[in-house]
């Protein structure tokens, strides 16, 4: 597990863009088994490539006119439980991080894996993710 002081500053890029983060297994069940409503869940990470593309291009997709109706974040390495119990919502998909998932009516409809996000720039991400919202939000 990463020191809660290296994960901060990731953690609060995100929540102060208007993510809640999921830190239990609990709350992952109670956001994910919505039947109505759209959820993106960003599988956060320190790694760069959560950094350079994942966080900015997730945060430059939420200026796109339709977006997700929940924006939730789990922390690879930090909040395991919260993190395997979203993995297990994520499935067939093996585990990624970072990763982004986009739920519709508590049903994956979308995934972007990290050979996804590592070595593209945020705009790609956000096309991406912008996309996914035009067709599923």
Request: aromatic share 8%; with cysteine; charged share 25%.
């Amino acid at each position: 597990m990463y020191p809660e002081e290296v994960c901060t500053p990731m953690r609060e890029e995100l929540t102060a863009a208007g993510f809640q983060e999921l830190r239990t297994a609990e709350q992952v069940d109670e956001m994910l088994n919505k039947s109505k409503g759209t959820v993106l869940v960003l599988v956060n990470s320190i790694c760069g490539c959560a950094a350079g593309s994942c966080r900015p291009g997730a945060l430059l997709s939420l200026e796109n006119t339709k977006k997700p109706d929940f924006l939730t974040t789990v922390f690879a390495g930090q909040d395991k439980e919260a993190t395997d119990r979203a993995r297990a919502y994520m499935l067939p998909y093996p585990p990624s991080s970072p990763s982004i998932a986009l739920f519709k009516n508590g049903e994956l409809v979308h995934f972007v894996e990290r050979h996804n996000i590592e070595g593209h720039v945020k705009e790609t991400i956000a096309e991406n993710l912008c996309a996914a919202y035009d067709e599923f939000c």
